[in-house]
């Protein structure tokens, strides 16, 4: 089975920096399941927990409260560019840019050296998915 979550639909919950690390909170994001190319191809969606890390992190631009609902979101790493869908398990090393915007259109942007994607406790479904 193969599994990412959706960056739009998911929910930042916060965010917290300690020595370089920054860590955006998402509570909950939208998972997608698929024998296919999950956010593509049918299958299931769910809501988890998940928690972004970035490694030497700069958060240049923050959401001013929280919780906000992402409407758009990009990953990029190095050459790598992943829009809205972030695969699982996910973990790269090298020059990170995180941009994403809130449904009310507040601006994040998140500068870093490393990132990585954690799951938090157990996914819950919410319904079919038929494709796009």
Request: glycine share 10%.
């Amino acid at each position: 089975m193969n599994e990412a979550i959706e960056l739009h639909d998911s929910t930042v919950a916060g965010i917290t920096e300690l020595c370089g690390i920054a860590t955006l909170h998402l509570r909950p994001a939208y998972l997608h399941r698929s024998q296919g190319a999950p956010g593509w191809n049918a299958g299931t969606g769910w809501v988890q927990d998940f928690d972004l890390v970035f490694t030497d992190a700069d958060v240049a631009q923050s959401f001013a409260e929280f919780p906000q609902q992402l409407d758009t979101g990009s990953l990029e790493v190095g050459e790598e560019r992943f829009e809205d869908i972030v695969s699982l398990p996910f973990a790269r090393d090298g020059e990170v840019t995180f941009s994403a915007a809130s449904v009310v259109g507040r601006p994040l942007l998140i500068r870093a050296n490393g990132v990585r994607l954690m799951a938090l406790g157990e996914a819950r479904y919410v319904e079919e998915f038929p494709g796009s």
